[in-house]
């Protein structure tokens, strides 16, 4: 069973303690991580107290590669607000990719975006410690890889946030596997569209 008070990205950090004591980088350095290649031959970025519009820069190429590679995405939300922000360019998404698992603490537990049901799953992670998560991951041509934040707070909700990106399909798993433990569902980003 899963402890809810414990952070995700704490629950993380302890399967891969050495991940957690790497040297922070600063992924706003738009020169030296201009493109997704740029963070993908890194293989592992560590980061704190970044902000939102520098992990959606990351996370647009991220889906991006998803859909010009025709590889499964999921994607962790925060709040119903930040999906709605992004729902029209997630539809098309979702036409455009495999399987799609789109997640977030909705309040609504009747929210349901308009969706080809057969390619798309909206979950709900609201009352988990989930709900702090933005996570964006895919498959590259190793395995999975993606985003990994967590929302610091601030003056605001989501002025800040800490974790990390990866290629490291070893540590993608363990989120995946995470979030399933938590969500009691099958999220599979091998999963090519079957079920």
């Given at each position: 069973m899963e402890n809810v008070n414990e952070?995700?990205?704490?629950?993380?950090?302890?399967?891969?303690p050495d991940l957690a004591k790497e040297?922070?980088?600063?992924?706003?350095?738009?020169?030296?991580?201009a493109t997704l290649n740029d963070h993908m031959i890194a293989e592992f970025i560590r980061y704190d107290?970044?902000?939102?519009?520098?992990?959606?820069?990351?996370?647009?190429?991220?889906e991006k590669y998803a859909a010009k590679a025709y590889e499964p995405l999921v994607a962790v939300f925060e709040t119903e607000h930040l999906y709605k922000y992004v729902e029209k360019r997630y539809l098309d998404l979702m036409n455009n990719i495999p399987?799609?698992?789109?997640?977030g603490g909705f309040d609504n537990p009747f929210f349901?975006?308009?969706?080809?049901?057969?390619?798309?799953?909206i979950l709900t992670c609201a009352g988990t410690n989930l709900e702090d998560m933005w996570i964006v991951a895919s498959n590259g041509p190793d395995g999975p890889f993606?985003?990994?934040?967590?929302?610091l707070g601030g003056v605001e909700k989501g002025d800040?946030?800490?974790?990390?990106?990866?290629?490291?399909?070893?540590?993608?798993?363990?989120?995946?596997e995470k979030m399933n433990q938590i969500m009691g569902v099958n999220i599979d980003l091998s999963n090519k569209g079957q079920n």
């Open positions: 952070k995700f990205l704490d629950g993380i950090w302890a399967q891969f040297e922070l980088v600063d992924i706003t350095d738009k020169e030296k991580f107290k970044v902000k939102r519009r520098d992990l959606y820069r990351l996370s647009i190429m991220i399987k799609t698992w789109v997640i349901a975006p308009t969706t080809p049901p057969e390619k798309a799953e993606g985003l990994v934040a967590e929302d800040w946030f800490r974790g990390f990106f990866t290629t490291k399909a070893e540590v993608i798993d363990k989120v995946i």
